[in-house]
């Protein structure tokens, strides 16, 4: 895994927090259909947006959000 550009991801999301939490959300959906894959199962997930060897769904996540493949918006809250 490539991490030589990782603070070109800090200009992704407004901060660190809301880029990792879209990195966690994305990759356990990614984790999901991996699973699914596997046991030969139907799901309802995206697949991977990206044409990668790799297994691993963080890393995949990670090259979806740094090509931007996918976006994420922060929901505004009525508290």
């Known amino acids: 895994m ?3 550009d990782i603070d070109a991801l800090n200009r ?3 901060s660190k927090y809301s880029t990792c939490i ?3 959300k994305r990759a356990r959906e990614l984790g999901l259909f991996l699973t ?3 046991n030969i199962e139907r799901i309802n997930i995206i697949p ?3 044409d ?3 297994e691993d769904p963080f890393e995949i996540a990670l090259i979806e959000i740094k090509e931007g493949k996918v976006s994420f918006t922060k929901q505004k809250s009525n508290v």
């Open 22 to 24: 879209a990195l966690a």
């Open 36 to 38: 699914a894959k596997k």
């Open 48 to 50: 991977p947006l990206v």
């Open 12 to 14: 992704i999301g407004d």
């Open 52 to 54: 990668t060897d790799s």
């Open 2 to 4: 490539d991490f030589t």
